[in-house]
């Protein structure tokens, strides 16, 4: 692992670039200015980037609010996210995981996600010994708390009914609190024995989808992100370089003020090897 102290170090081995946004990108709010520099260096390179997302919500809808937050369009090809991957999947039923699950869905997020989803021809349910299957795309919107959702969760597990993760990330930052996020939900339910399907980082197909968007491959592709178990996983998973952003996303309150070799971080990394280590997203 190379400790960076600048993505212009070792950008021009790349021709393509998949960014995280949450914490590395933005915290919730409008974007950070180092990272908004580091777009603006890599676009005057002629370098193509995908915004990788877990967010539960299709790619239209966060690539239209990206742009409140500073993030204009002409500084990325191209926004995809788990949120859109799981959407198409609902649509396609490709698999036979997919095509066993039937149509009437229990819905359990925000009600803000549910606008990605509400087009489907699915039924959807209020009452869980009704639905076919479960849809998960967030908490709730007070973060209530994984001890909220045991009861619910032990009662689809007795059905059981299968669940789709549309975001498998556990935790986020936002506003520099720390929130609980889908693939919580569902770790616990798979401890449970439930069977859940993932849709997002750090499964490789969504690595290759975002590769594909851009005509690259892994031997020229950089993944930038927070996540070790999502970002950085799912790179090593698909044979990329990777570099994590260690200080302004989730684990930025674990992390000491300077990084001087890999040692200092090997209690938060381990078995994650990402090819670099930043900071935060600059040039």
């Known amino acids: 692992m190379k400790i960076l102290s600048s993505l212009a170090d070792v950008a021009h081995n790349y021709s393509g670039f998949l960014i995280d946004l949450w914490g590395v990108m933005h915290g919730g709010a409008h974007a950070f200015p180092h990272a908004l520099a580091a777009l603006q260096h890599l676009r005057a390179h002629n370098k193509k980037i995908v915004l990788l997302s877990n967010a539960p919500r299709?790619?239209?809808?966060?690539?239209?609010?990206?742009?409140?937050?500073?993030?204009?369009?002409?500084?990325?090809?191209?926004?995809?996210?788990?949120?859109?991957?799981?959407?198409?999947?609902?649509?396609?039923?490709?698999?036979?995981?997919?095509?066993?699950?039937?149509?009437?869905?229990?819905?359990?997020?925000?009600?803000?996600?549910?606008?990605?989803?509400h087009d489907l021809s699915l039924t959807f349910v209020d009452d869980i010994q009704t639905a076919t299957f479960v849809l998960v795309t967030g908490s709730y919107d007070q973060n209530p708390g994984l001890n909220v959702f045991i009861p619910l969760l032990?009662?689809?597990a007795a059905r059981p009914l299968p669940m789709i993760c549309a975001n498998p990330d556990k935790v986020v930052i936002h506003h520099g609190e720390e929130l609980m996020c889908p693939g919580t939900i569902a770790d616990a339910y798979e401890?449970?024995?439930?069977?859940?399907?993932?849709?997002?980082?750090?499964?490789?197909?969504?690595?290759?989808?975002?590769?594909?968007?851009?005509?690259?491959?892994?031997?020229?592709?950089?993944?930038?992100?927070?996540?070790?178990?999502?970002?950085?996983?799912?790179?090593m998973a698909s044979g990329m370089h990777s570099v994590w952003i260690s200080h302004t996303g989730i684990f930025a309150n674990q992390v000491p003020d300077v990084i001087?070799?890999?040692?200092?971080?090997?209690?938060?990394?381990?078995?994650?090897?990402?090819?670099?280590?930043?900071?935060?997203?600059?040039?």
């Open 58 to 117: 299709r790619a239209a809808i966060v690539a239209h609010s990206l742009t409140p937050k500073g993030i204009s369009t002409d500084l990325y090809d191209a926004v995809l996210t788990s949120g859109e991957v799981t959407y198409q999947a609902l649509v396609n039923r490709e698999d036979a995981w997919m095509k066993k699950i039937g149509n009437a869905c229990y819905f359990l997020g925000e009600e803000y996600h549910f606008g990605s989803y």
């Open 154 to 156: 032990k009662e689809m």
């Open 191 to 235: 401890k449970m024995g439930g069977d859940v399907k993932y849709f997002g980082k750090p499964d490789p197909a969504i690595f290759s989808h975002a590769m594909t968007l851009i005509g690259t491959a892994p031997h020229n592709t950089l993944m930038i992100g927070d996540g070790l178990a999502t970002d950085i996983a799912g790179a």
């Open 260 to 283: 001087s070799t890999a040692t200092d971080v090997a209690h938060i990394l381990g078995n994650a090897q990402p090819t670099y280590v930043l900071q935060r997203l600059c040039v």
